[in-house]
């Protein structure tokens, strides 16, 4: 089963409220848990002993003058910024600090992120955050991680995110979900490990990805976007439990859902004023958002919103979704052959004029 089904199957699954093992393990089974339970353990006594906590970076970011930008930060330890050695160096403050340059405003970060959290804890962390501020203008949600690590049933995850998203819209508030993280890119991880890693991650990220276009936000893919200069510069971009993100890592990831963020709350430079459209030459498109989302799940850094194809926000296969490239940069690949052949599935189309042209199959 290709990713573009196993996605769009958890999503469904999570959205009439299944769930259960079959959602959970798929074909691995009962052996491949138990090798991963042992791995596991091995990688613990590998990978650094954790440090407590994360900076405080709650407060106002930027200057300028009206009223403050009110920005949510939910999610698991990336989100809090474990291994941070400053508050200004967390995602939600780097990502407050591009917002305020943008608009001239100031940026108010209400963080309420927990190290160690997973998807069912995102409801308690949205409660507290309302209970600061009433409407947020907009939240970027990181979870996921612990969700694979814990071996939690994807499509229960997938659920939680989802109802999360839900209430954050149905405020007004616009919602930038960067997706389960690669986590086949922790190097000190044996294999087979780090390979079923690699494919509960992307496979949750790719789900994550169809639920929340699904109920209104928009996702960014992180992948594994830090994982070649993890590779090269382990003491560079890893902290000091050589599991989490160093400030340059976290740096990174924020650079990914800055622009995302921007863009959702109408702020990002596209040149002549209007929507950016997607360009085919940078490998962007338009198609069923399973299909987008698997495609977006193997390039970090690309972001999945809803659209429309004339004038219908859906197709014979579900939501239509808008795939872009927006960080910085040269073009990346338009293609990835072995994922392609691995499921069988074309890729997202350039929208061109009316009708846009949609994937052939998934």
């Known amino acids: 089963m290709g990713r573009a089904r196993r996605a769009r199957r958890i999503a469904a699954t999570a959205a009439y409220g299944g769930g259960g093992l079959a959602a959970g393990i798929g074909a691995l089974g009962a052996l491949g848990y138990g090798v991963l339970k042992v ?15 994360a900076p405080d970076d709650n407060g106002v970011y930027g200057a300028g003058t009206g009223d403050p930008v009110e920005l949510v930060v939910l999610g698991d330890s990336s989100a809090a910024g474990m291994g941070c050695d400053h508050a200004h160096q967390t995602v939600g403050a780097i990502i407050g600090t591009g917002v305020s340059a943008l608009t ?29 501020v009433a409407r947020p203008d907009v939240a970027v949600i990181m979870v996921g991680a612990n969700d694979v690590t814990h071996r939690i049933d994807r499509a229960v995850a997938v659920r939680h995110l ?4 839900r209430a954050l819209r149905g405020l007004g508030t616009e919602v930038v979900v ?43 893919s992180l992948g594994d976007l830090l994982g070649p200069e993890f590779a090269e510069r382990p003491h560079e971009m890893f902290s000091e439990d050589r599991f989490h993100p160093s400030p ?21 430079p596209e040149g002549s004023g209007e929507p950016r459209t997607p360009d085919s030459r940078r490998g962007e498109g338009v198609g069923p ?27 014979p296969r579900g939501r239509w979704a808008m795939l872009l490239r927006r960080p910085r ?3 990346p690949a338009a293609t990835d052959a072995g994922a392609t052949a691995e499921a069988g599935e074309s890729k997202p189309t350039s929208p061109g004029p009316a009708p846009r042209h949609t994937i052939d199959s998934d």
Do not use: H
């Not at 006594?45 to 954790?50: A, E, N, S, T, W």
């Not at 958002?289 to 197709?315: H, N």
């Open 248 to 268: 340059a890592g976290y740096a990174r990831a924020a650079a990914a859902l800055l622009p995302s963020v921007c863009a959702a709350l109408g702020v990002w």
């Open 104 to 132: 001239g405003r100031p940026v108010r970060l209400t963080n309420s992120a927990v190290v160690g959290a997973e998807s069912a804890d995102l409801e308690l962390q949205l409660a507290n955050a309302l209970d600061v």
């Open 162 to 165: 989802e109802q999360v998203v």
């Open 178 to 220: 960067g997706t389960c993280p690669d986590l086949g890119t922790i190097q000190p991880i044996p294999q087979p490990l780090r390979l079923l890693g690699r494919r509960f991650s992307r496979d949750l990220a790719a789900a994550q990805t169809v639920a929340v276009v699904e109920a209104g936000g928009r996702t960014v």
């Open 39 to 53: 791995e596991a353990m091995m990688a613990r006594r590998i990978v650094g002993q954790p440090f407590d906590g």
């Open 289 to 315: 958002v399973a299909v987008a989302a698997k495609y977006a799940v193997m390039d970090p850094g690309t972001e999945v919103s809803a659209t429309d194809v004339g004038g219908q926000s859906r197709g």
């Open 329 to 331: 940069g040269g073009a």
